[in-house]
């Protein structure tokens, strides 16, 4: 053990000695670490951001077909639902002993490619995204007339709406029909998420229907025109809804729920898990995931290679530091232990350097992303995958620092204790 630790006493002198030369190897390894940990990182919490999208909530109820179409739908608002839900079974559903809370969800207009969201108070009380995050505005307040909208962060940055703004809805997704007639005024304006959340605007229920009464089939009742501010003397109670976001008081009565919903007999249903939904979905893209490991993982096997090419090299310089050791009584075995230390140290030090540089990143970066793109990447304890890829590069060091240290054992076998010109 003395020896050990004499040995590695030297390496980490005869590395300091060599500092000017070695310090654009650490440089390249800690690059490397930091590229591929932050991959890692990226990847692992943008998986988090995707699947709790929606968070907190334990089913989400549509007509019955396809969950996976229900979810991409009434969460990311792709694609078209096959059928709407009856209010009144959403009132039935809600009113359960069992159910906490209920979010109605309803789409189908929008406004400049953004969809429409018409929902209740509760969206902005219940509804939580990456893991318990609530939905906060960053000016104004939530809808109270049946003409005010609440834009998402992404609507009003690339919008230029501000406060008290005056907008009108499009018919559909596609904006070719507008109802000029009743125009809505910007009451809110969200906080950024990096969900869904920021890409929407947010109505009532009662709005919803307000804009539809003259309305039939997807175009205007010919001769027929409610002005807007005659549309409080209608009945403005919505007669079916996209889906209903469901929270239960306890988590253990899910499948019960789920079960009760999927058997309905007033009403084809389907209640769907979004965890089990949106894990599912994400692994249908584990390809980007994989091309980005790909891409780092070359970047890593660039620097080691130039850590072994920089020992090979420095190793005809170092032919009589490793003579005089010989004739000091070290072994050729010594000699492969002490640059094997060397290459050890040499990772070591390029994973610390690339683990702070990687936090100081992370600390700047963060904050910015989350309010700037709602993207949140922060600060947390190594994951057992991140201490994975830690030992896999330091082993990987390790191993390619023997390249140059088999070499030294062969020069030292030919040199002995002179070194031969």
């Keep these: 053990m003395s020896r050990f630790c004499y040995l590695l006493n030297l390496a980490g002198k005869s590395a300091w000695n060599r500092r000017s030369t070695l310090v654009l190897v650490v440089f390249s390894i800690a690059l490397s670490t ?68 209920a979010i109605p969800i309803s789409l189908g207009d929008s406004h400049k490619g953004f969809p429409v969201v018409a929902t209740t108070q509760n969206f902005f009380t219940h509804y939580r995204y990456q893991r318990d995050k609530e939905v906060h505005f960053f000016q104004g307040m939530p809808f109270a007339g049946i003409f005010d909208v609440v834009l998402g962060a992404e609507v009003a940055k690339k919008s230029g709406y501000f406060l008290g703004e005056k ?5 559909g997704t596609g904006g070719h029909s507008e109802h000029a007639d009743k125009p809505f005024a910007v009451t809110g304006i969200l906080a950024p998420t990096g969900t869904p959340v920021d890409t929407s605007l947010y109505i009532s229920l009662e709005a919803m229907e307000a804009i539809h009464l003259d309305w039939q089939g997807g175009a205007p009742l010919p001769g027929f025109h409610i002005q807007a501010e005659q549309v409080g003397k209608f009945n403005l ?76 090299a420095g190793l005809g310089e170092r032919r009589r530091e490793l003579a005089i050791l010989r004739s000091a009584g070290a072994s050729p075995w010594d000699i492969v232990i002490l640059l094997a230390l060397e290459g050890l140290l040499l990772m070591l030090t390029g994973v610390l350097c690339g683990m702070a540089l990687l936090c100081v990143l992370i600390a700047v970066l963060g904050p910015i992303l989350a309010e700037s793109y709602g993207i949140g990447l922060y600060l947390s304890p190594l994951e057992s995958g ?24 062969r020069i030292s076998l030919m040199d002995g204790l002179s070194v031969s010109r």
């Design 167 to 171: 907008l009108t809805l499009s018919h």
């Design 34 to 101: 930091t590229l591929l940990i932050g991959i890692e990182r990226v990847r692992s919490q943008l998986r988090d951001s995707f699947v709790q999208a929606v968070s907190g909530t334990d089913l989400v109820v549509g007509a019955r077909g396809s969950g996976l179409q229900l979810m991409l739908y009434a969460i990311f608002h792709l694609g078209g639902a096959a059928n709407n839900m009856g209010w009144d079974s959403a009132q039935r559903i809600a009113a359960r002993n069992d159910v906490a809370w």
């Design 386 to 409: 991140e201490w994975a890829l830690l030992g896999a590069i330091v082993t990987a060091g390790f191993l390619t620092s023997l390249i140059p240290a088999l070499r030294a054992y």
């Design 237 to 312: 109670a919505p007669k079916s809804i996209t889906a209903l976001l469901v929270g239960l008081k306890s988590r253990v009565r899910v499948f019960a729920v789920q079960r009760d919903i999927n058997n309905d007999t007033q009403e084809a249903l389907m209640g769907v898990m979004p965890g089990v939904v949106l894990d599912q979905l994400w692994d249908m893209l584990h390809t980007g995931e994989n091309a980005l490991l790909i891409i780092s993982w070359m970047v890593t096997v660039t620097g080691l290679a130039g850590l072994a090419s920089v020992i090979l």
